[in-house]
């Protein structure tokens, strides 16, 4: 009669010496962002280091950049400052110049840079989402309603209608041959900024706070 051995489990396959398990799928990362951010070379980078864990870009208006936080639709965003910090952590990224939004043929493009003193006595349009809150000296107000957004802002000033004044990533977002835009000088910055839940602050925040530093992935968090 055949003797029955008995398996031992010592004798499964291990991995070599001084290597671990390569870790489970997680859920996504959803990174929100308003318009005009510019997320993609972290977004290389994230897939670089984090193949197992999928990144979810989620389109966030400004107006609702905090409550989608709040809410938990994305883990984290690129928020337009100013916002209401309670509650986050916010760390400023870069700032964005101003730039002035004209028709091609408008006599506010004979130059390569503007300053508010040159918009005296123009048709500024401000639309509902603007997020310079930036006033002119002797500007005029159309005679319409404010645009519901900036592309519709940028569509009537295509018309031959005023100009309006956003900042650059805006203008390139929302770019037509019929427009063009000029710096404007004296105008106010605005700066884009990352921003998350304080409380929720998990290991995948960290690693893409450290990707948007230019952390290497074997760096500290120093």
């Known amino acids: 009669m055949a ?25 996504p990362f959803r990174l929100g962002a308003i318009p005009g951010a510019t997320p993609g070379k972290w ?16 389109h966030l208006n400004v107006a609702e950049q905090r409550d ?8 984290a965003a690129l928020v337009r400052l100013p916002i209401d910090r309670d509650g986050l952590h916010v760390i400023p990224l870069y ?9 091609t043929d408008s006599a506010l493009t004979a130059v390569d840079e503007l300053h508010r003193e040159d ?18 000296d002797d500007e005029i107000a159309p005679s319409f ?4 957004d900036t592309a ?6 295509a018309a031959g209608v005023g100009a309006v004044i956003v900042p650059m990533s805006l203008a390139r ?25 304080a409380e929720r602050t998990t290991p995948a925040i960290e690693t893409f706070i450290g990707i948007v530093r230019g952390r290497t992935a074997n760096s500290s968090r120093s």
């Not at 008995?6 to 396959?13: C, D, G």
């Not at 918009?119 to 002119?136: H, K, R, Y």
């Not at 519709?152 to 000033?157: L, P, S």
């Not at 000088?185 to 921003?195: F, K």
Request: glycine share 6%; hydrophobic share 40%.
């Open 68 to 75: 989608g936080l709040m809410s938990g639709t994305v883990d």
């Open 152 to 157: 519709e802002a940028i569509a009537t000033v």
């Open 95 to 103: 700032d964005e110049l101003p730039v002035v939004v004209a028709s």
């Open 119 to 136: 918009l005296a006595g123009e048709v500024l349009i401000v639309p509902a989402d603007d997020v310079l809150d930036i006033t002119v």
């Open 43 to 58: 977004i290389d980078v994230w897939r670089e280091r984090m193949p197992r864990t999928p990144l979810e870009l989620v």
């Open 145 to 148: 309603p404010p645009p519901r």
């Open 173 to 197: 977002l929302h770019h037509r041959k019929d427009v063009t835009y000029r710096p404007l000088i004296d105008g106010p910055t605005s700066t884009v900024g990352l921003a998350w839940v």
């Open 3 to 27: 003797k029955r051995t008995r398996k031992n489990a010592s004798s499964a396959p291990r991995p070599p010496r001084g290597t671990s398990p390569a870790p489970a799928p997680s859920g």
